[in-house]
């Protein structure tokens, strides 16, 4: 067969030339094929596919391929969809490649034909790319088909994301075709002889799409600019790159201001009513979109706005067309008398070394002035009675919300703003909830003193937080002097770092008779790697940490069993029949593990001589109100 620069004497047309460039630049610059990969071309049979599997089979020993398959999806749409597949099987065949085919069946349900039929092919796909053991699966969408997506976003009113239309690469799928436009592939086609098959539904003018291919896109080069193609391809090359911007921006407004604690989110909703409108949506779309798996379509962005919107006489509230929330939720909190039971507000950890103390909002009649309280609403927030300063655990109450696609709710609790699973409703597509199947809250509530299973607190600092069996977690800051004689003394401790191990049995048996607090475990960790929310909660379904002095990442339950079958974790002198054995809880800043309490401290936990403000974490026992062991 003839490859690139053997053109047996007679000089390449310049559209193969022209279109070999185009895809070698692409596959390079961009990094959508590479030597040594397996790589899979979807092959409809139509003029475009046929091209893309023709120049990629020429330039397989240029691009190093270690193998090149055919895919094909028959859609079963048409009577001749099965004559298709069988001629792009003899195409395969051929050129001797292996050739694969899948038939799909396309559900009539809420999408629409042709957004059911991309699903499906997609799918489709993606189980052939596994067969056959691809790396990428090449789709043949150009220039075209890109000005084509644009506009059809357009006027459906699409932003940023949107409007950047097809990305060059998206997990296994590459488009080395993207920046090609129609006429180089016609002329390559004729070029090298290629045949076809035509799909006839491509010109039926009910579908969007072929209207735009077929009027739109005629009536602008015709009458407005001869190179719109062009134009609009640069248009989602710009998008795409301001995107990937305001993705990263998006996500560190997450990290600071978002509180992601198994199936919910929240966030204040006055830090959300100071953002810019545009942080505004991108932060509730992203939020909603790391929950759900789904886009937040803007009508109802924008209603989830109206709805944390804070009650301004006299100021317009934000546009949330035909999404309404519900009539029978009662009045919006802030536009009247403050709900029943409803509690103080959780405070964010205290801002870094540096940063101005921000100002704790007024607490409701009968709050108490100090102390921990659960977010309104929060699962498992039955009352603990229990010696901690503070505390005021009541029942939560039915907030104002609105549903939202998916099976998931946005609702205004106090100065919360919740993203959460509807009550009884069925998650589609949704993120798993660790620890309790099938996203739903525990079936019994706790025994009186310890914690609702599988729930997750946010910790105020300085503050203390029941465990299990009497045991406490204490949290406090530790600045200047006391801050550089806790760091100096477990630099001097050796390569253990910030972790002390809990007190040998025979010493805490020798405590069992005092009823005053006693220290059972403690660590230290610098004010910079508390860099997000703190967060206690039992460890999710395949954590993993970086130990203190240790290679990589490990498995924080298998940090965990190892210290159990060791007995690290027995805390009194199991013997007497008497005291505690640790369970599994860690101590999160944001997304990272600081420390598997009472185990294992992070890397991100070491300590440096010029530290000045470290976070003191200690596992007590027989704490009291106010009460606290001394030293440091």
């Known amino acids: 067969m003839e490859r690139p620069g053997e053109a047996g004497g007679t000089a390449v047309p310049p559209a193969i030339r022209r279109l070999e460039e185009q895809v070698l630049l692409a596959a390079g610059r961009r990094r959508l094929l590479e030597a040594g990969q397996r790589v899979l071309v979807a092959v409809s049979g139509g003029r475009d596919s046929m091209v893309l599997l023709d120049v990629l089979d020429r330039l397989r020993p240029v691009l190093g391929l270690a193998a ?164 609009l391809g640069r248009v989602a090359a710009v998008l795409a790159a301001e995107g990937a911007l305001l993705r990263r921006r998006t996500r560190r407004l997450e990290g600071r201001l978002g509180y992601r604690l198994g199936p919910r989110w929240a966030c204040r909703v006055d830090d959300l009513a100071r953002l810019p409108v545009a942080d505004q949506r991108r932060l509730l779309q992203a939020a909603y979109h790391r929950l759900a798996r789904r886009p937040l379509p803007l009508a109802h962005c924008e209603a989830v706005r109206a709805l944390a919107a804070p009650a301004k006489e006299g100021e317009p509230r934000p546009w949330a067309p035909e ?51 659960r977010p309104e609403g929060w699962p498992g927030s039955t009352p603990e009675p229990g010696p901690e300063a503070g505390r005021s655990f009541e029942a939560p109450v039915a907030g104002r919300g609105l549903d939202l696609p998916g099976g998931w709710r946005a609702r205004r609790q106090g100065s919360w703003l919740w993203l959460e699973p509807q009550a009884g409703g069925r998650l589609r597509a949704a993120t798993p909830v660790p620890g309790t199947p099938g996203g739903e809250e525990p079936a019994q509530a706790p025994a009186p003193g310890e914690p609702a299973p599988g729930t997750a607190r946010i910790l105020r600092v300085p503050g203390a937080w029941p465990l299990e069996s009497g045991l406490w977690l204490r949290a406090r800051w530790l600045e200047g002097d006391a801050a550089r004689q806790a760091v100096a003394r477990l630099l001097a401790a050796g390569p253990a770092g910030p972790h002390l191990p809990p007190y040998p049995e025979g010493r805490a048996a020798a405590h069992r008779a005092n009823p005053g607090p006693r220290f059972l475990a403690r660590v230290i960790c610098p004010a910079r790697a508390v860099q997000g929310p703190l967060i206690l909660r039992r460890p999710l379904p395949g954590e993993s940490m970086q130990p203190l002095g240790g290679k990589g990442h490990r498995s924080v339950e298998r940090i965990y069993r190892t210290a159990a079958r060791r007995g690290d974790l027995d805390l009194v002198d199991p013997a007497t ?42 596992v007590q026992a027989g704490l009291g109100p106010g009460g606290g062991p001394g030293g440091w």
């Open 68 to 231: 090149l398959g055919v895919a094909h999806v028959d859609h079963g749409l048409r009577p001749d969809s099965a004559g298709d597949a069988r001629w792009v099987e003899e195409q395969a065949a051929a050129r001797g490649l292996p050739f694969l085919c899948r038939r799909v069946h396309i559900r009539p349900g809420r999408r629409s034909l042709e957004e059911g039929a991309r699903l499906a092919r997609y799918r489709a796909l993606a189980a052939m790319a596994r067969q056959f053991g691809a790396q990428r699966v090449a789709l043949a969408h150009h220039a075209g088909d890109q000005a084509e997506t644009v506009l059809m976003r357009l006027l459906a009113g699409a932003g940023v994301r949107g409007l950047a239309g097809m990305p060059w690469r998206r997990g296994p799928f590459v488009r080395p075709l993207l920046a090609t436009e129609p006429a180089l592939l016609a002329a390559y086609a004729a070029a090298r002889g290629l045949g076809w098959r035509d799909d006839p539904s491509n010109q039926d003018l009910t579908f969007l799409r072929n209207r735009i291919r077929h009027r739109l896109l005629p009536l602008l080069e015709a009458e407005f600019n001869p190179r719109v193609v062009t134009a």
């Open 577 to 618: 029949g008497t005291g505690a054995r640790l369970g599994p809880w860690v101590v999160a800043a944001g997304r990272d593990v600081l420390w598997l309490v009472g185990v294992r401290a992070a890397e991100g936990c070491r300590v440096r001589p010029k530290d000045q403000r470290v976070l003191l974490l200690e």
């Open 323 to 373: 999404v309404r929330p519900d009539a029978a939720a009662g009045p919006a909190v802030g536009q009247g008398a403050r709900p029943p039971g409803a509690v103080p507000s959780v405070e964010a950890p205290p801002p870094p070394p540096g940063a101005p103390p921000a100002e704790a909002p007024p607490a409701p009649p009968g709050a108490r002035p100090q102390g921990e309280a």
